[in-house]
């Protein structure tokens, strides 16, 4: 597994932007897809978006496409999340996730699909 670490969660008001960022431990981390998930209280754990391994495709979540952006530095072992016109439905905790070395599907969407998870970072988006 990889050690995640999320950082730059906080609260805002609706309209505003956070960038998020994940650091990862470990050389395998340039071979492995990258997602972000949420979590909101009583809520079911979703897919956010999803950056492969080249940094050259994602996938995004219908709610969050065209205002949310990720991205990843290799050579930093940093994923990025750059969340623009938040609203409060976006508030839950944030998880940053890395799928095995060996996954070469396109699940991303799919929590099962990711090995690795760090602990979470909180965004509150007030109205």
């Known amino acids: 597994q990889v050690q995640l670490v999320e950082s730059g969660g ?4 609706a309209g505003d ?30 897919f956010v978006a999803a950056i492969r391994s080249s940094g050259r495709i ?7 496409k065209g205002r949310f952006t990720i991205s990843r530095d290799n ?11 938040l609203k409060p439905e976006d508030t839950a905790v944030y998880y940053c996730a ?3 070395p060996s996954y070469s599907g396109t ?4 929590s099962g699909t990711y090995d ?4 979470g970072t909180q965004v509150t988006v007030s109205s």
């Open 116 to 119: 690795s998870w760090g602990r």
């Open 98 to 100: 890395a799928t095995s």
């Open 107 to 110: 699940y991303y969407y799919r």
């Open 58 to 64: 994602t996938y995004y979540a219908e709610s969050v």
């Open 10 to 13: 906080g609260l805002v008001q």
């Open 17 to 46: 932007s956070l960038r998020l960022s994940c650091a990862a431990s470990g050389r395998t981390f340039t071979n492995l897809a990258m997602g972000w998930f949420r979590q909101a209280p009583a809520k079911e754990r979703e």
């Open 75 to 85: 050579a930093k072992n940093m994923v990025f999340l750059q969340m623009n016109s």
